[in-house]
């Protein structure tokens, strides 16, 4: 049996490179997609929020006010946690993020994503509809609460800047919230409701429907290990379960661990996680969550997937691959209970996952300018699921010469030296 040989090999199955993998196919390119597991979506892009966050504008960058770096650098806050041992090597990155976060550069970085998230839903639409699971995507938008005045005022702010991107936000008092999630009990100053995103009930699913997309349309998924990926003459080979797989060109998305590919190539590109943790709960009785609910102050997001209510936490900073140490989500546990009637956990044990990011919060889209026929597609932050289907489009609108929809020029690589 000879070699399976493509046009373009995309390495990882994640949504960032299935979307990717999709949007060549639609463009005539015969693709091979792999991955180290069986299945597609079973790491980041499975443990996700949910949310198609077409509302967020304005990207995580790191805090500027000194009383809230201060909050953090106590490390007692449920929003972002450190962890101690790994800080001397995060500590440059962190440095570096602190620099991209300044309010021009904040500022650059969101005009830059714009066209990608205005672009998100639309394209993830246009694959739910082809890939028929239109019961994968919910419309109910998501709600923000918040415990304190001053913190919804901050957010009222946000809302309104927001407003100038063409946002749609609501504000509610508590007797809205009630309305809106009568199953919820708490002290609420308010909360803001953006009705636009979407919400998937099952993100894990949604890859493995548009994985099976792009098989049924032809498309072949393969397992091996990316680690195996060697540049020939002209082309790009990789060592598969079932034997060689051989390309013109290879696409790294690999979400948080691209790096096994890039480094080894001699590439020095600042990737770094922000890990985070799930766990799911049954509702208590008849007990329903009509949208995915962030409690703000108290930093977790509940949110009803098909499996229960999920439960997601902040941000911990720690090596991607150090033992898990889910101390927010014990911390947010009590607190969830308080908000919402749950019962049992459903999960054994808590889910770790690790959201890929570059300092500036923007992914890395585009040429690998040392290698011919290499392309990166990685770093998508808090926002792969959202912006997997539209990185998707323009990376393979690079690829295959048309005109791309969105400026590539921010997401180029070159922009680290
Ligand atoms: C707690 C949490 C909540 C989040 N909430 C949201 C949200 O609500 N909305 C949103 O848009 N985003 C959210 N995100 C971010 C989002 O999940 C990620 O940005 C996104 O999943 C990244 O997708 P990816 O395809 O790049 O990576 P992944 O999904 O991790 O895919 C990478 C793939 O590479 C494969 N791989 C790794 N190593 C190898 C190897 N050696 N060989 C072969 N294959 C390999 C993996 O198996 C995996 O399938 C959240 C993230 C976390 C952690």
């Known amino acids: 049996m000879g070699e399976p040989k493509a046009d373009v ?18 463009r005539g390119r015969d693709v091979i997609l792999v991955d180290r597991h069986e299945l597609a979506g079973e790491e980041t892009s499975h443990g996700n929020g949910g949310l198609i966050e077409c509302a967020s504008v304005f990207p995580y960058m790191f805090p500027r006010d000194v009383r809230e770096i201060l909050r953090y650098a106590i490390n007692s806050t449920p929003q972002v946690r450190y962890s101690v041992a790994d800080l001397p090597a995060f500590l440059p990155w962190l440095m570096r993020y602190y620099l991209a976060s300044s309010p021009e550069r904040a500022l ?49 702010a946000d809302l309104e800047r927001a407003r100038q991107y063409g946002v749609a936000g609501e504000v509610l008092d508590a007797k809205a919230i009630a309305a809106r999630e009568p199953n919820l009990t708490g002290d609420f100053a308010g909360a803001v409701h953006w009705p636009a995103p979407g919400f998937v009930p099952d993100p894990g699913g949604l890859a493995k429907a548009y994985a099976a997309l792009f098989e049924r349309k032809g498309g072949r998924f393969r397992v091996g290990d990316a680690r195996t990926l060697q540049q020939g003459s002209g082309e790009w080979r990789l060592t598969g379960t079932d034997g060689a ?53 108290l930093g977790y997001l509940l949110a009803p997937m098909n499996r229960g209510i999920r439960l997601t936490t902040g941000v911990e900073f720690a090596r991607r691959d150090a033992p898990p140490t889910p101390i927010q989500l014990q911390q947010a546990l009590p607190r969830a209970h308080k908000l919402f009637p749950l019962g049992e956990a459903i999960d054994a044990k808590p889910w770790l996952g690790a959201r890929p990011c570059l300092p500036d919060m923007l992914p890395v889209i585009g040429r690998a300018p040392r290698h011919a026929g290499l392309w990166f597609d990685f770093g998508h932050q808090h926002h ?34």
């Open 9 to 26: 090999l995309v390495l990882g199955a994640g949504m960032v490179g299935v979307s990717a993998a999709l949007h060549l196919q639609q």
């Open 108 to 156: 650059h970085s969101a005009l830059a994503a714009l066209p990608l998230i205005r672009r998100s839903l639309l394209e993830h639409e246009a694959l739910i509809a082809e890939a028929g699971v239109p019961e994968l995507l919910r419309r109910t938008g998501w709600i923000k609460l918040f415990r304190s005045d001053a913190t919804l005022a901050k957010a009222i």
């Open 384 to 417: 792969g699921l959202t912006l997997g289907p539209a990185t998707g489009r323009l990376l393979a609108e690079l690829m295959t010469g048309e005109t791309p929809f969105a400026d590539p020029g921010p997401f180029a690589v070159e922009r680290f030296g």
């Open 245 to 297: 797989i051989v390309a013109r060109e290879a696409v790294v998305a690999l979400g948080p661990w691209s790096d096994l590919v890039f480094a080894p190539l001699g590439y020095s590109i600042p990737l770094s996680v922000k890990r985070g943790y799930h766990l799911h709960l049954a509702p208590r009785g008849n007990a329903v969550l009509h949208h995915p609910v962030l409690d703000a102050d």
